[in-house]
């Protein structure tokens, strides 16, 4: 005699030859799509299975636990459809899944504790209209996934049996509040009606998949990754560029400041031979006094170490090492990037202004930072090169805010003007004369690649102001 019972055992057998159907087709193949449905079927299986030997097992197993697995079970089918696109990550979809099963245990034992241990009225109802809504994301999930391939055919024919089981369960929970019928195995003709026929749309879902995957695994799926193979070309090709230009960049900054560079190493080079001759003179000449020895090799100590900061504020630039995050101190590079600009500064009459308060120490790439001081600073003193103001200053302003510190480059020349201010980052985008437009795309890059920021603002009473966040 055909039953309810019989339908149930028929489709747990239905779900678990297609369960294994799906093995045989994807075995040693890493497709997480085709693992999540895969899992759905035996779920499903399981759970069709323990409801029809409920009287056999104890009630907690035997309902509270089958409704979470099949709620599980049609909720990962769903993200099995997600992991059909490409790059899509599923992972916190499977996390939520578990997560929604898992709660409505809880919630129906919870219940089954409130009802003295058996199954209420309020037990069938959540559960018929918890798997209305996911029947209905089902249905969502599969039309937007199937926009997404060119044969959306079948995609359709998924999304049209979820949304026939959700009507399905909604023609159950109509029957249940008219008829005060709760029991899934009570005899009546609609009961049976209603179980054979999600029986069926759940057995050609199953198929319909298969069919779907046998598809995409010998043709479209094929496609997409050739697709995704060129895709990770592009992204290289990408990368390349901008190890390319960040490159580029060091060399451009060198040369723009070979001239400074040379005068700021020659005066303590300089000092440092002239106390040396000093020093072979008093040799010389027998007055060579303790006394006169002391500050002579302070001052020479203080004129390589001079010297040393120099070459070590290019070196930062230049090591492999440098791409690494560490713990820098902003002051410190701070002063090693106005050490390289110290002469030109003072031939062109500028005046700098630190204010750098709080904790300023971080993790960042020391030589990517130390280029986007040299790339802001180097701009400050352009523009102010070309202004008529009477006192030139540059304002390097420091501060913590919350969870990040902040650093405030300021110079009072004629800022930048409204129409380039919306495009101040693109690449290419240059208003000097041999300007190569990389310098402020690239110090956005390295801010944003870090977990940083860096933004524009017009300075109060007029001039430029790059305002840098960084992750504290």
């Known amino acids: 005699m055909i039953n309810i019972q019989s339908i149930f055992i028929f489709y747990s057998a239905i779900s678990t030859f297609c369960g294994l159907l799906l093995i045989g087709l994807f075995w040693g193949r890493k497709d997480l799509s085709a693992s999540i449905w895969i899992a759905c079927c035996l779920l499903s299986a399981l759970a069709t299975s323990v409801t029809v030997y409920r009287t056999e097992i104890p009630l907690i197993i035997s309902y509270s636990l089958m409704i979470s697995i099949e709620s599980a079970s049609l909720l990962l089918m769903s993200q099995s459809l997600w992991g059909l696109l490409l790059g899509k990550k599923v992972s916190r979809g499977i996390a939520y899944s578990i997560g929604l099963a898992i709660s409505l245990f809880i919630l129906h034992e919870s219940l089954r504790y409130i009802g003295n241990g058996k199954i209420t009225a309020q037990m069938s109802f959540l559960t018929t209209f918890v798997w209305i809504l996911i029947n209905l994301y089902g249905a969502y999930t599969a039309k937007k996934v199937g926009n997404q391939f060119q044969n959306?055919?079948?995609?359709?024919?998924?999304?049209?049996?979820?949304?026939?089981?959700?009507?399905?369960?909604?023609?159950?929970?109509?029957?249940?509040?008219?008829?005060?019928?709760?029991?899934?195995?009570?005899?009546?003709?609609?009961?049976?009606?209603?179980?054979?026929?999600?029986?069926?749309?759940?057995?050609?879902?199953?198929?319909?998949?298969?069919?779907?995957?046998?598809?995409?695994?010998?043709?479209?799926?094929?496609?997409?990754?050739?697709?995704?193979?060129?895709?990770?070309?592009?992204?290289?090709?990408?990368?390349?560029?901008?190890?390319?230009?960040?490159?580029?960049?060091?060399?451009?900054?060198?040369?723009?400041?070979?001239?400074?560079?040379?005068?700021?190493?020659?005066?303590?080079?300089?000092?440092?031979?002239?106390?040396?001759?000093?020093?072979?003179?008093?040799?010389?000449?027998?007055?060579?006094?303790?006394?006169?020895?002391?500050?002579?090799?302070?001052?020479?100590?203080?004129?390589?170490?001079?010297?040393?900061?120099?070459?070590?504020?290019?070196?930062?630039?230049?090591?492999?090492?440098?791409?690494?995050?560490?713990?820098?101190?902003?002051?410190?590079?701070?002063?090693?990037?106005?050490?390289?600009?110290?002469?030109?500064?003072?031939?062109?009459?500028?005046?700098?202004?630190?204010?750098?308060?709080?904790?300023?120490?971080?993790?960042?790439?020391?030589?990517?930072?130390?280029?986007?001081?040299?790339?802001?600073?180097?701009?400050?003193?352009?523009?102010?090169?070309?202004?008529?103001?009477?006192?030139?200053?540059?304002?390097?302003?420091?501060?913590?805010?919350?969870?990040?510190?902040?650093?405030?480059?300021?110079?009072?020349?004629?800022g930048v003007s409204k129409d380039r201010q919306p495009n101040l980052f693109g690449l290419l985008n240059s208003d000097k004369a041999n300007g190569m437009g990389v310098g402020l795309w690239l110090s956005a890059y390295i801010m944003s690649n870090a977990g940083g920021k860096i933004i524009y603002q017009d300075a109060t009473g007029g001039g430029a102001k790059f305002i840098l966040s960084f992750p504290h």
């Open 152 to 414: 959306r055919l079948i995609f359709n024919c998924i999304s049209a049996i979820f949304i026939g089981s959700s009507l399905l369960y909604v023609f159950r929970g109509l029957n249940m509040f008219f008829e005060k019928s709760y029991h899934v195995f009570d005899p009546q003709l609609y009961n049976f009606i209603t179980y054979f026929s999600i029986a069926v749309l759940s057995t050609l879902r199953n198929l319909i998949y298969i069919n779907l995957r046998m598809h995409l695994g010998f043709a479209e799926h094929g496609r997409l990754n050739n697709m995704n193979m060129a895709l990770n070309n592009v992204v290289e090709e990408r990368e390349r560029m901008i190890a390319a230009m960040l490159q580029s960049n060091k060399s451009s900054a060198t040369e723009a400041l070979s001239v400074s560079i040379a005068h700021e190493l020659n005066q303590p080079l300089g000092a440092s031979l002239l106390n040396i001759q000093f020093l072979k003179m008093l040799e010389k000449s027998g007055d060579l006094k303790p006394e006169l020895v002391g500050p002579i090799v302070n001052q020479l100590e203080k004129d390589t170490k001079r010297s040393s900061e120099v070459i070590r504020s290019l070196r930062a630039i230049f090591t492999k090492e440098s791409s690494l995050p560490e713990v820098i101190q902003v002051r410190e590079l701070v002063d090693n990037a106005l050490a390289i600009y110290k002469s030109e500064l003072i031939s062109k009459n500028i005046q700098i202004k630190l204010d750098l308060t709080g904790n300023a120490v971080f993790l960042f790439n020391k030589g990517q930072f130390l280029q986007v001081l040299l790339n802001l600073i180097n701009n400050a003193i352009q523009a102010l090169s070309n202004s008529n103001s009477a006192q030139k200053l540059i304002s390097l302003h420091g501060y913590e805010k919350e969870s990040q510190y902040i650093l405030e480059i300021t110079d009072n020349g004629p």
